[in-house]
Every structure is written in structure tokens, then in C-alpha cells.
């Protein structure tokens, strides 16, 4: 007792003179939140992607998003900084391609004539009506992160983020080029990329820590030229990128599958209007709020994969379902109706219809079950349809309001999702 009570004295010392330290290294002490985490996070504005994330966009991360062109990376970033605009933080898009369009934005939610730069007819300058998004169109890797270096030194210390206060987005990070090649072509050297980011990246990476910030990058994805053997695909830029991530996403355009078996959004037996198309584009009806077919949509899937989670569990996909054509117009990005559907699907709240004994088979044929459990209950709390047709829980999801934020709120952020 005598030996334990003299540990304990020797410890309580040496501590208390870890504290001094603290204070001379200008150190913080980190208290770490994981039970409230899918409050934290900021949404992808899809409900399937931020149940395999674990909640979302974690504050004080930085995430890495990559695929083809054609698969949806600038479609989900600027769905990310919506939301953030929605919660009136701010949220930074660095344009590092210039293939930014208003009309672009405008689908995305973004209305960017509400934001900073808006001019009269007359040509004057109008005053900001909202201060939540910032577009740049940088020219070099080195303006984008000194740009970040002054505005992260300016936030105030948070190193216990309840949200991430600003978002950073470089789209893509294979775009930008260093200044040694800005100013001289010759002065390029293989690996540049490479050596650029290992020398900004844990710079960065501290400082987004410090304010409790987050930064979100995209990526292309390349072939090596004259492999013959294994996979040629590659993600350029240098393995900094990966090694700095903590969410790092794989976008790839393939249709979904769930369980291994055909998902029922591109199963005839319960959809029987859906007809596939070439280069994987599928076509549906368009139904109008009375449930009457008015035209066709055209879709395409994109599978998202978690290729490295370190805030929940890693190599998890779900699917994404863009849609680029609405009844002939400009469609409107990710659709919310397959979000919702297959979201209440993989939770075991929507079934296919079973037979009972005052039925026939034709006539639960196309239909979907609403399942209730003691944790929650979908009919009660929104007033879902106990039975639907495709076509019913379409028109029903365009008619409700904020069901997204409602869902997330319900069942992500009160754990329901997470449950054991």
C-alpha cells in the first residue's frame, strides 16, 4: 500500500508538470466525442452514403474522393457544401478545372446569384445576401494552400469541433499545377505532384486540426500506360493524399446490387416499367403529382465504395442514382427518391410485398412493405403508405418536405442506424 501510494505521488507530479508543458507548447487537451459523431458530421445530402460513412463529413478530416469522369465527384462536393451552406457555415470551392456554371450550381441548391459578385443591370455591385459559399478559381497548388494557411491561422482555436465551422473543397487536386511549372514547362520533374502535396499536406493537415476545419479533395483516376499484368488503375497526385485521409471514397459507374441480389429499382418483377439503356443509362417513367406518366427520366448508378474509414467501419458500398435527364429538362443531380427507398431498404423498414391468405399472388405483385420494429416506425412517424407500388412511394417523396434532414435527424443522429 505504501509502494502504490508513492507511485501515485510520483505520478500526480510528473503530470502536473505535463501540464506546464502543455502551457509552454501552447498545447490543447483533445476530448474525444464519439457517441454524438452523426451529429457532427455534415451531410452528404445523400442518406445512404452518410449511414456507410458513419454520419457524414467529419469536422477537422480531410477526405478524399475518386473515380472516372461521368460518376458523380462534383455532383457530391457541391451536394456537401449545400448543406453546410443550410447549416450557415461556410463552405470554400476551389475550382481548380474552371468547369464551374451557375446552372450547375443552381441544381445543386446553390443559388449563386444570391451570393457575393451579383451586379444590377447597370453593371453596379450589389451587396451580399448570403456569405456561406466562396468560389475560386485557383492557378496553382501553392495559391490554394497558401490561401488556406492565412484563413485556418485566422479561425480560432477548436480542437473540440461540434461541427466542421468551414469546408474546404479542391476540385481536383490533379488539376493544379506547382509554381515551378507555372514558371517554367522545363522545370517539370516526375512526381511533381507528389512532391507538392508531401510538403503542404501535413502543414495543412495540422492546421485543419487546430480550427476544427475540414478539407474535401477529388481525384481522377488514370491507367498506366503499357501495364500488362493486374490493375492499371491508378489515383495520381502521390500517396500523401491517401495517407493524410481519413475518408477516402471510390466512385465507380456500375449497377446496384444488394445482398448479392438485383435491387429492386432495376428488377422488372417490381418495376416493370424500368428499361435499361446502352453505357448503363436507365430509363423510367416520370409520374406528376397525381401519379399520371407525363414523360421519362434518364439515370445512371454510380457505386460508392469506402475504400478507408478511420471514424467507422472501412470497405462498406451503397449506390448513388444521378439523374441528368427530368421529363425532357436538365435533371436535378442525385435522386431522393431512390436515396429514400433504398436507405428504409437496407435498414429492413421496407420489404417486398408478401402474400396473405385473403390475397393473391397478382395482387401484391410490384408492392413493398412498410416494416415497423421497436425502434422505429416509419407509417407512424411520417405517415408512409403501409403498402405501395413504385409509382405511389415516388409521388409520395417528392410531396414531402425536408424528408431527407427528417430521416438523417431520426435515425442517423439518434443512432438508430448504428445500432448493434
Given at each position: 500500500?505504501?509502494?502504490l501510494?508513492?507511485?501515485?505521488?510520483?505520478?500526480?507530479?510528473?503530470?502536473?508538470?505535463?501540464?506546464g508543458?502543455?502551457?509552454?507548447?501552447a498545447?490543447?487537451?483533445?476530448?474525444l466525442?464519439?457517441?454524438?459523431?452523426?451529429?457532427?458530421?455534415?451531410?452528404?445530402?445523400?442518406?445512404?452514403?452518410?449511414?456507410?460513412?458513419?454520419?457524414?463529413?467529419?469536422?477537422?478530416?480531410?477526405?478524399g474522393?475518386?473515380?472516372?469522369?461521368?460518376?458523380?465527384?462534383?455532383?457530391?462536393?457541391?451536394?456537401?457544401?449545400?448543406?453546410?451552406?443550410k447549416?450557415?457555415?461556410?463552405?470554400?470551392?476551389?475550382?481548380?478545372?474552371?468547369?464551374?456554371?451557375?446552372?450547375?450550381?443552381?441544381?445543386?441548391?446553390?443559388?449563386?446569384?444570391?451570393?457575393?459578385?451579383?451586379?444590377?443591370?447597370?453593371?453596379?455591385?450589389?451587396?451580399?445576401?448570403?456569405?456561406?459559399?466562396?468560389?475560386?478559381?485557383?492557378?496553382?497548388?501553392?495559391?490554394?494552400?497558401?490561401?488556406?494557411?492565412?484563413?485556418l491561422?485566422?479561425?480560432?482555436?477548436?480542437?473540440?469541433?461540434?461541427?466542421?465551422?468551414?469546408?474546404?473543397?479542391?476540385?481536383?487536386?490533379?488539376?493544379?499545377?506547382?509554381?515551378?511549372?507555372?514558371?517554367?514547362?522545363?522545370?517539370?520533374?516526375?512526381?511533381?505532384?507528389?512532391?507538392?502535396?508531401?510538403?503542404?499536406?501535413?502543414?495543412?493537415?495540422?492546421?485543419?486540426?487546430?480550427?476544427?476545419?475540414?478539407?474535401?479533395?477529388?481525384?481522377?483516376i488514370?491507367?498506366?500506360?503499357?501495364?500488362?499484368?493486374?490493375?492499371?488503375?491508378y489515383?495520381?497526385?502521390?500517396?500523401?493524399?491517401k495517407?493524410?485521409?481519413?475518408?477516402?471514397?471510390?466512385l465507380?459507374?456500375?449497377?446496384?446490387?444488394?445482398?448479392?441480389?438485383?435491387h429492386?429499382?432495376?428488377?422488372?418483377?417490381?418495376?416493370?416499367?424500368?428499361?435499361?439503356k446502352?453505357e448503363?443509362?436507365?430509363?423510367?417513367?416520370?409520374?406528376?403529382?397525381?401519379?399520371?406518366?407525363?414523360?421519362?427520366?434518364?439515370?445512371?448508378?454510380?457505386?460508392?465504395?469506402?475504400?478507408?474509414?478511420?471514424?467507422?467501419?472501412?470497405?462498406?458500398?451503397?449506390?448513388?442514382?444521378?439523374?441528368f435527364?427530368?421529363?425532357?429538362?436538365?435533371?436535378?443531380?442525385?435522386?431522393?427518391?431512390?436515396?429514400v427507398?433504398?436507405?428504409?431498404?437496407?435498414?429492413?423498414?421496407?420489404?417486398?410485398?408478401?402474400?396473405t391468405?385473403?390475397?393473391?399472388?397478382s395482387d401484391?405483385?410490384?408492392?413493398?412493405?412498410?416494416?415497423?420494429?421497436?425502434?422505429?416506425?416509419?407509417?407512424?412517424?411520417?405517415?408512409?403508405?403501409?403498402?405501395?407500388?413504385?409509382?405511389?412511394?415516388?409521388?409520395?417523396?417528392?410531396?414531402?418536405?425536408?424528408?431527407?434532414?427528417?430521416?438523417?435527424?431520426?435515425?442517423?443522429?439518434?443512432?438508430?442506424?448504428?445500432r448493434?
Amino acid at each position: 500500500m505504501v509502494a502504490l501510494a508513492d507511485h501515485s505521488a510520483g505520478v500526480t507530479v510528473i503530470w502536473a508538470g505535463a501540464i506546464g508543458a502543455e502551457k509552454a507548447a501552447a498545447l490543447s487537451p483533445v476530448m474525444l466525442r464519439r457517441e454524438s459523431f452523426a451529429g457532427t458530421a455534415t451531410s452528404t445530402g445523400s442518406l445512404c452514403i452518410d449511414y456507410k460513412m458513419g454520419g457524414g463529413i467529419p469536422p477537422a478530416r480531410i477526405v478524399g474522393i475518386a473515380g472516372p469522369e461521368g460518376t458523380g465527384k462534383s455532383i457530391l462536393v457541391t451536394n456537401i457544401l449545400n448543406e453546410q451552406g443550410k447549416a450557415q457555415r461556410v463552405g470554400v470551392y476551389f475550382d481548380a478545372e474552371g468547369s464551374t456554371d451557375p446552372l450547375f450550381l443552381a441544381a445543386r441548391g446553390i443559388n449563386f446569384e444570391n451570393y457575393r459578385g451579383r451586379r444590377n443591370r447597370a453593371g453596379e455591385l450589389l451587396p451580399k445576401q448570403k456569405d456561406f459559399f466562396h468560389l475560386y478559381q485557383p492557378r496553382t497548388g501553392e495559391e490554394v494552400m497558401g490561401f488556406m494557411d492565412v484563413s485556418l491561422k485566422a479561425l480560432p482555436e477548436n480542437r473540440n469541433p461540434t461541427d466542421a465551422s468551414v469546408i474546404f473543397v479542391i476540385d481536383s487536386v490533379i488539376a493544379l499545377i506547382s509554381d515551378l511549372l507555372a514558371e517554367d514547362v522545363e522545370k517539370n520533374g516526375m512526381a511533381m505532384h507528389g512532391r507538392m502535396y508531401s510538403k503542404i499536406l501535413p502543414v495543412i493537415n495540422s492546421l485543419l486540426t487546430r480550427a476544427g476545419a475540414s478539407l474535401i479533395y477529388t481525384n481522377q483516376i488514370r491507367l498506366r500506360p503499357g501495364q500488362a499484368f493486374g490493375n492499371p488503375e491508378y489515383e495520381p497526385g502521390g500517396e500523401a493524399l491517401k495517407f493524410f485521409s481519413s475518408i477516402r471514397l471510390r466512385l465507380k459507374r456500375t449497377q446496384p446490387k444488394l445482398d448479392d441480389d438485383k435491387h429492386p429499382f432495376i428488377e422488372e418483377a417490381y418495376n416493370p416499367q424500368v428499361k435499361p439503356k446502352a453505357e448503363g443509362v436507365w430509363i423510367e417513367p416520370h409520374y406528376d403529382d397525381d401519379g399520371r406518366i407525363t414523360g421519362e427520366d434518364r439515370y445512371v448508378y454510380t457505386a460508392v465504395t469506402t475504400e478507408k474509414n478511420k471514424t467507422y467501419t472501412p470497405f462498406q458500398t451503397t449506390w448513388m442514382r444521378i439523374q441528368f435527364d427530368e421529363n425532357g429538362s436538365t435533371g436535378h443531380g442525385l435522386d431522393t427518391v431512390y436515396d429514400v427507398f433504398t436507405f428504409f431498404y437496407e435498414l429492413k423498414y421496407i420489404r417486398y410485398a408478401v402474400k396473405t391468405g385473403d390475397e393473391k399472388a397478382s395482387d401484391v405483385k410490384g408492392c413493398f412493405d412498410v416494416v415497423a420494429d421497436e425502434h422505429y416506425d416509419p407509417v407512424k412517424d411520417l405517415g408512409i403508405p403501409k403498402r405501395f407500388t413504385y409509382p405511389e412511394f415516388k409521388v409520395w417523396v417528392r410531396k414531402q418536405v425536408g424528408l431527407v434532414d427528417k430521416l438523417r435527424e431520426r435515425l442517423l443522429v439518434s443512432g438508430i442506424a448504428f445500432r448493434d
